[in-house]
């Protein structure tokens, strides 16, 4: 059931997103060519703990880390151990945060040093595409419009955007209803209202949209094994449209 978050919640939605928001951005200042991604995994955990935060994802139906780095051609739900960034590289950092009984979520794919045209490309086009998704979102409009929106742009650009996979609401739960696909129709698809936090989050692949799941269960990797990207955010629907929880 697609549940209405109270004006309290948001406030703390907003606290614990603005909390992730700051420790995705000092990650992301430690990514360079040589750095082991088991380091990004500790100082996750440490950042999150010393703010009075606890990592969601660690233990999720058997996860075994606090963050999801995914490298090059890896969609989502890439572990970190024994992995170490190259220069060239595209690194997504997926992680999640439990803050006062309520859980954000937000993910940035960055660049390991110089990395080629066609790579930066894709990150510029999938970052975006959720920008382009996010401004759908307001009371009354449809999950479809917002789904609609991430597609045209991200095609247009000639990417795919994965289909498997979606965004979905967020807040009492890492995980809660909707499924909010990257692909969609305009005006079809749920309604909108004030209260509802739904994350969004755009995978973009530079080849075809097929993906398959590696033999340690967890990570997902392209079929054709071309470059994925993957940004999202945490948004809250309020009265006027929308508020953007997972900024600093």
């Not at 950042?47 to 963050?67: D, E, H, M, T, V």
């Not at 780095?69 to 890439?78: A, D, F, K, L, T």
């Not at 945060?97 to 930066?120: E, F, H, Q, S, W």
Request: charged share 25%.
């Amino acid at each position: 059931m697609v549940t209405i978050k109270k004006k309290e919640e948001i406030k703390k939605l907003r606290e614990g997103g603005r909390i992730l928001a700051k420790i995705i951005n000092e990650l992301k200042k430690d990514i360079q060519p040589g750095l082991k991604a088991d380091f990004l995994d500790r100082k996750a955990e440490k950042l999150a703990r010393s703010n009075n935060a606890i990592p969601s994802f660690k233990g999720y139906n058997g996860f075994p880390a606090n963050i999801c780095i995914s490298i090059n051609n890896e969609v989502v739900h890439g572990f970190p151990f024994g992995k170490i960034l190259k220069e060239g590289d595209i690194v997504g950092i997926d992680f999640g945060l439990k803050y006062k009984g309520l859980y954000t979520d937000m993910a940035k794919t960055i660049g390991v040093g110089r990395i080629n045209k066609p790579a930066a490309d894709l990150v510029k086009a999938t970052e975006k595409s959720l920008k382009i998704g996010i401004k759908e979102i307001k009371p009354g409009s449809h999950l479809g419009d917002v789904s609609y929106a991430i597609q045209k742009y991200a095609e247009g650009k000639g990417y795919s955007v994965v289909r498997d996979l979606t965004g979905h609401g967020v807040g009492y739960k890492v995980h809660e209803p909707p499924q909010i696909p990257n692909f969609g129709k305009k005006g079809e698809g749920m309604l909108l209202r004030e209260g509802m936090v739904i994350a969004i989050e755009p995978m973009v692949n530079i080849g075809n949209y097929q993906i398959k799941l590696k033999d340690d269960g967890w990570t997902i990797v392209t079929a054709d094994g071309s470059l994925s990207a993957h940004f999202e955010h945490t948004i809250a629907v309020t009265k006027k449209g929308h508020e953007i929880l997972t900024k600093t």
